[in-house]
């Protein structure tokens, strides 16, 4: 059982389409039973979203997702025709027919459960089976999608439900890096990396895999095979830690350009102030992620935070509520913050990662508004228009280019 996921670079023309196709069929000589989970063309998903911006800004979320789950049901049936013209089997399924199952929320819904018989049933019949990825259904029939960049995991639930040891994930850069190789051009690629490592750089911001789909390949035990689409190279592997022998205290460096702060003025220095603040934000599922609390004057605190921009107004609006039932002094926002930070399972060991990240900021002239951390990754918000540069910095100053 071979299951292989392709993204919108990878099926983003009719000709590179038919060159998958050809790749698939090849390889059908080695495996019998193939599942292919692919995204939307290139930048379709996109363009949908900004047709529907052009109606409005808050459309319902049950149409939203009609329409942005579509780019993947055309390059699914695209797919399975060039697959059939070179002489192949093949049918395309949508996330309904192939038995996907959603939590009945939209545009973040999680897959819940898989009903696998119309998958091999048309496995047993030798086609090709192509699966739209980014999509499901919930109890109401009504198509979900599962968040940005959810191939990724619709490609491994459906490699845990069909027990393929490997899901091949294909795109247009040739395995995980130390950073984005679009970025940093001597950026190395990994041949393996750890679940947890990459877990935290998908959660940070570095696109190539979908955060979710590596905590549910963890779960599973599922190996993640990235390459590229376009070449026959070698590519990464995320896998158990086990037998990787960890010398180095960084393995990646990735930024979040997307963030923004949150700040509350003049909230009484007293028990439970956070908790009806941040349980409120729980509530309706925003992320918190960075927090400080400080002191301004006597009994006298400002809190701030970070959320991603998609949610800024929301939880605004949120903080402006709590605050007046606080009676703070106000809420400011500053919404042009980007998150940077260093992954590593080795840091575990090493004392001084941290001093040495600040160092390194520090002489690049770079402020540091917010810092967290984890055992195995360091994370500060700092000025978006320095982002790229704060990247280039810690690479170099971790000398991940020599990895
Ligand atoms: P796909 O459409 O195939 O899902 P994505 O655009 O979602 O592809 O993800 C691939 C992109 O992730 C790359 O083009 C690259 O710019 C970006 N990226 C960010 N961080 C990394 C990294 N550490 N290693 C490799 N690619 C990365
Ligand atoms: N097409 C969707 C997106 O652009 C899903 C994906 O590419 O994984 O987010
Ligand atoms: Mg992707």
């Given at each position: 059982m071979l299951v292989q996921k392709y993204g919108g670079t990878s099926v983003g023309s009719i000709e590179r389409i038919k060159s998958v196709a050809a790749r698939i069929l090849e390889n059908q000589k080695i495996a019998k039973d193939i599942v292919v989970v692919v995204s939307a063309?290139?930048?379709?998903?996109?363009?949908?979203?900004k047709l529907i911006k052009q109606i409005t800004t808050s459309?319902?979320?049950r149409e939203y997702d009609a329409i942005i789950s579509t780019g993947e049901n055309i390059s699914a049936a695209l797919l399975a025709i060039a697959i059939q013209t070179l002489g192949g089997k093949a049918i395309s399924l949508t996330g309904s027919q192939a038995g996907i199952y959603t939590e009945n929320i939209y545009s973040r819904a999680k897959i819940k459960e898989l009903d696998t018989s119309r998958i091999k049933s048309e496995l047993k019949e030798g086609k090709v089976v192509v699966i739209t990825g980014f999509q499901g259904i919930n109890d109401y029939n009504d198509v979900t999608t599962i968040g940005r960049g959810g191939s990724d995991t619709s490609a491994v639930v459906l490699a845990a439900a069909l027990k393929a040891s490997v899901c091949e994930i294909y795109t247009d850069v040739?395995?995980?890096?130390?950073?984005?190789?679009?970025?940093?051009?001597?950026?190395k690629?990994?041949?393996?990396?750890?679940?947890?490592?990459?877990?935290?750089?998908?959660?940070?911001?570095?696109?190539?895999l979908h955060p979710r789909s590596v905590e549910i390949a963890k779960e599973n035990k599922i190996k993640l095979y990235v390459k590229s689409s376009f070449s026959q190279d070698e590519g990464t592997l995320v896998k158990e830690a086990n037998n990787m022998e960890i010398i180095r205290p960084v393995t990646g460096v990735t930024i979040n350009e997307e963030e923004a702060i949150i700040s509350i003025f003049g909230v009484k220095d007293e028990p439970g102030v956070a908790g009806k603040l941040f349980s409120r934000l729980a509530e309706v599922n925003i992320n918190v992620d960075m927090i400080i609390q400080s002191s301004q004057e006597n009994n006298i605190n400002r809190i701030a935070f970070t959320v991603n921009r998609d949610v800024l107004d929301q939880a605004q609006?949120?903080?402006?509520?709590i605050a007046a039932s606080l009676n703070a002094d106000g809420v400011t926002i500053d919404n042009k913050i980007a998150k940077i930070s260093i992954v590593g399972v080795g840091m575990i060991s090493?004392?001084?990662?941290a001093a040495k990240m600040f160092e390194v900021l520090g002489k690049g002239k770079i402020n540091i508004k917010l810092i967290s951390t984890s055992e195995i990754k360091i994370s500060c918000a700092i000025e978006e228009n320095q982002a790229k540069e704060a990247l280039q910095l810690l690479h170099a100053a971790f000398e991940l280019?020599?990895?």
């Open positions: 063309m290139g930048d379709t998903t996109d363009d949908l979203i459309p319902s979320p040739d395995g995980v890096y130390t950073t984005d190789p679009r970025i940093v051009t001597n950026a690629k990994l041949k393996e990396i750890s679940y947890d490592e990459m877990l935290e750089l998908a959660s940070l911001g570095a696109k190539v609006e949120i903080t402006k509520e090493k004392p001084g990662v280019d020599k990895i």
